[in-house]
């Protein structure tokens, strides 16, 4: 089942914009992920951030969580073409080791970024 | 160093017949784990291995499938008695122990016509 649902669904920029995504959840977490997926291919991991966490940044990423209403965002400062792919958020379904599991995605936003 | 490999990375196959797809983890990762991506479904969990067993099989759609991991490394997944529903891109993630981190391949279209 899902746990994530992104919205929106889709996204058409310019190039240059921000693109911002949202993710919400549905039970408690230790963490959450997000991945980009171009073609509908394998999935790259972008960031990941810890339930105590309330924002984090790499490069052109800014990722903030907020617990208390099982939500999440993604903002791309900065667009370029190359950033065009889908963009799923994920968290942990059934835990092993306190850290380890198998993946439960949103249905992903798609990115559009025109030249 | 070398990602997860998967192999083929586009099956064709007529309904009925059995379809085995490989992956290969990123050497040293301990769990390794199976999705299936379609239209209607997005991205759906099948099956986890840590090591060589598998203590999640709760995704598997039905006994048509099967998957083994040997070695530690290597992992195949088995579709017995294809069905159109069946067509799907399948991949393949690993991971180091007790990280939530996955690594995945570059994936498997199987198409059943």
């Known amino acids: 089942s899902q746990q994530g649902e992104e919205d929106p669904q889709a996204l058409s920029i310019q190039e240059g914009e921000n693109a911002t995504m949202n993710c919400s959840y549905k039970?408690?977490?230790?963490?959450l992920q997000w991945y980009r997926q171009n073609s509908g291919r394998g999935l790259v991991h972008l960031i990941l951030i810890r339930s105590n966490e309330r924002e984090k940044h790499s490069g052109r990423l800014r990722v903030t969580l907020d617990t208390s209403k099982k939500s999440s965002s993604l903002l791309i400062t900065a667009s370029r073409a190359a950033d065009t792919a889908s963009y799923f958020c994920a968290t942990l379904g059934m835990n092993y080791g306190g850290s380890q599991g198998n993946l439960i995605f949103g249905k992903g936003t798609k990115l559009s970024v025109k030249p | 160093g070398a990602g997860v490999s998967q192999s083929p990375s586009n099956k064709v196959t007529e309904k009925g017949k059995d379809v085995e797809l490989r992956c290969d983890p990123i050497?040293?990762?301990?769990?390794l784990y199976w999705y299936r991506q379609s239209l209607g479904q997005g991205l759906e969990f099948l099956i986890y291995?840590?090591?060589?067993?598998?203590?999640?099989k709760s995704g598997l759609p039905s006994d048509r499938f099967s998957a083994e991991r040997t070695g530690g490394s290597v992992s195949t997944l088995t579709i017995q008695r294809t069905q159109q529903e069946d067509s799907a891109v399948y991949l393949c993630?690993?991971?180091?122990?007790?990280?939530?981190?996955?690594?995945f391949g570059p994936g498997t279209r199987l198409t059943v016509l």
């Open positions: 050497s040293g990762h301990t769990a």
């Open positions: 993630a690993s991971s180091k122990i007790l990280e939530p981190t996955q690594y």
């Open positions: 291995f840590q090591g060589n067993s598998a203590p999640d």
């Open positions: 039970t408690s977490i230790n963490n």
